[in-house]
């Protein structure tokens, strides 16, 4: 719980019943002091707030205060005036910015029983394309290390799509192509790269090399939907601090975008954006639109 949260809500507990003895004992009386007490209390909450919220605060909630005389007999009434302008103020003056406690835990359960539901008709796709890849006598799979949540790292997996020199044929195209070296400097990806297999663009461009991370979504190191994971060589290019809120996705607004003209910058906006607007609804925009670049094969 956020501490505006808390704030707002122990003084709205303290204010009803404060509202509630003081009318009991006092009756009519009461009635000239309890505005008072509960601007008090306004008052000493806007200060909670800092300069940037007071004034807005005490302004609007302290026009209820004319409420409560016609109203002092009802606890009840009183605490719901208070639970509403806690709720009110912090949803207006102090919005969230991201998802909610509720709603994070909500994503991770939703992920997890995904994983279990989608992994007889998975299961058997990833064992498939497994055995074609291992065809060459290399390794079918392919892990790299990844900075996720909180900056930590983690082990991603993906179905192998490269060839196994992969880094010395990519240098020898660098050499005698400066257009490429110039593209892989600023984007780290290329249009035509030697270093995929003939399966491997098929697995690309069909998301499908995607698939073991389901692994890294059960173990809590990606979620179904977020950024696209870093590499850790890419931090130093990336200057945005909302990649480092969330956990990585399998997709997410990059995936579904233009990808190869995508530079850091792009990125850090797609984050950004989709650190603000995260929900459920979001969440199956964005796995609707994956499912239309998977038919389309527009993946890279």
């Known amino acids: 719980m956020a501490l505006s949260?808390?704030?707002?809500?122990?003084?709205?507990c303290l204010g009803a019943v404060v509202v509630g003895v003081v009318t009991k004992v006092l009756a009519d009386d009461a009635k000239l002091f309890i505005p008072r007490i509960a601007q008090n209390l306004l008052r000493r909450a806007s200060l909670k707030l800092?300069?940037?919220?007071?004034?807005?605060?005490?302004?609007?909630?302290?026009?209820?205060l004319i409420e409560i005389p016609e109203t002092s007999g009802k606890l009840w009434h009183a605490a719901t005036i208070y639970f509403w302008g806690a709720y009110r103020i912090r949803q207006t003056l102090c919005p969230a910015v991201g998802a909610t406690a509720r709603q994070r835990i909500f994503k991770r359960i939703l992920d997890i029983v995904f994983v279990g539901l989608s992994f007889p008709s998975i299961g058997p796709i990833v064992l498939l394309f497994a055995v074609l890849v291992a065809l060459d006598g290399k390794s079918p799979f392919y892990s790299q290390m990844r900075v996720g949540q909180n900056g930590r790292t983690f082990r991603i997996w993906k179905l192998r799509t490269m060839f196994y020199d992969a880094d010395k044929r990519l240098e020898r195209y660098?050499?005698?192509?400066?257009?490429?070296?110039?593209a892989w400097t600023e984007y780290r990806r290329l249009r035509s790269d030697p270093r995929?297999?003939?399966?491997?663009?098929?697995?690309?461009?069909?998301?499908l090399d995607e698939l073991p991370q389901l692994w890294n979504v059960l173990n809590g190191t990606m979620s179904l939907v977020g950024p696209r994971p870093l590499l850790i060589e890419q931090q130093r290019l990336y200057d945005g601090e909302?990649?480092?809120?969330?956990?990585p996705g399998i997709t997410g607004l990059w995936q579904i975008s233009r990808r190869l003209?995508?530079?850091?910058?792009?990125?850090?906006?797609?984050?950004?954006?989709?650190?603000?607007?995260?929900?459920?609804w979001t969440d199956i925009k964005i796995m609707l639109a994956t499912c239309a670049v998977v038919c389309q094969k527009t993946g890279a």
Not at 5 to 12: C, D, H, M, N, S
Not at 174 to 182: H, M, Y
């Open 5 to 12: 949260e808390i704030i707002f809500l122990t003084f709205g």
């Open 50 to 64: 800092g300069e940037e919220y007071a004034a807005g605060f005490y302004e609007e909630w302290s026009a209820h």
């Open 174 to 182: 660098l050499e005698r192509n400066v257009n490429a070296r110039l």
């Open 196 to 207: 995929i297999t003939k399966i491997g663009w098929f697995l690309r461009k069909t998301s």
């Open 242 to 247: 909302a990649y480092y809120k969330l956990r």
């Open 261 to 280: 003209c995508c530079d850091f910058k792009y990125r850090e906006r797609l984050d950004d954006e989709y650190f603000k607007q995260q929900s459920l």
